[in-house]
């Protein structure tokens, strides 16, 4: 395990209530990313964080935001969850930009 | 742009069975490439990598070679067991970040 945690596991929640996925680390790598996987489109970049409240947006942002205030903790928050964002969402962490970067064990998140 | 194609799944062969699943990359300059490995129920975990033009990744029997004239890096294993049957990634780090092909689901009978 690279020691990525990623927490809730699972959830499903209702239509237009706000919901925050939390990834940590022990690792202490520079890179963190937020993945979503559905089938048909693969793995796609939601937001990532370079560094202590540096972060920037990925292929598919929109509906997403993110925080990062500890090198350890990287938050990606649902404001107002739709059913289009039902999917799983994966932590990775890394410690140079472009280098390999490993991954959590995923957030399953269901939109009802 | 940037991009990663991986032929589309499902693959399904038969025990020692040999295996090619092929990978393509367009890129501005010479990105490292990668193969991730997906197993039911769990998050990608590092297969191999490689980080120049003619270098040969490999781990567990799969191997993948960097080849720049042709923007490939096809895995492939000469013998396939039935717990090979996962979903494979191919990945390049184009600019700051990996990017990711649509993944090629391999399923091994006995």
């Known amino acids: 395990d690279a020691g990525i945690t990623q927490s809730p596991r699972h959830k499903v929640t209702e239509t237009g209530t706000p919901v925050t996925l939390r990834c940590h680390q022990t690792?202490?790598?520079?890179?963190m990313y937020w993945y979503r996987q559905d089938p048909g489109h693969g793995l796609r970049l939601i937001h990532y964080?370079?560094?202590?409240?540096?972060?920037d947006k990925g292929e598919v942002s929109d509906g997403y935001s993110v925080s990062r205030s500890k090198t350890e903790d990287f938050l990606l928050t649902l404001e107002s969850a739709t059913s289009s964002q039902t999917s799983v969402y994966f932590c990775?962490?890394?410690?140079?930009?472009?280098?390999?970067?490993?991954f959590g064990e995923g957030s399953w998140l269901t939109v009802v | 742009g940037d991009s990663v194609t991986q032929m589309e799944g499902p693959v399904t062969l038969s025990e020692e069975a040999f295996l090619t699943i092929n990978c393509t990359y367009t890129?501005?300059?010479?990105?490292?490439l990668f193969w991730y490995v997906q197993y039911p129920g769990e998050g990608l975990q590092l297969l191999l990598k490689?980080?120049?033009?003619?270098d040969k990744g490999s781990n567990k029997g799969f191997e993948a070679t960097y080849r720049k004239e042709t923007t490939s890096f096809h895995l492939e294993k000469g013998s396939v067991q039935v717990s090979d049957s996962a979903v494979y990634f191919c990945?390049?780090?184009?600019?700051?970040?990996?990017?990711f092909g649509g993944g090629t689901r391999l399923m091994v009978k006995p």
């Open positions: 490689a980080t120049k033009a003619d």
């Open positions: 990945a390049h780090n184009a600019g700051n970040m990996l990017t």
């Open positions: 990775a962490i890394g410690g140079a930009a472009g280098n390999t970067i490993y």
């Open positions: 890129a501005t300059g010479y990105p490292s």
């Open positions: 690792e202490n790598h520079r890179y």
């Open positions: 964080s370079y560094g202590v409240k540096d972060t």
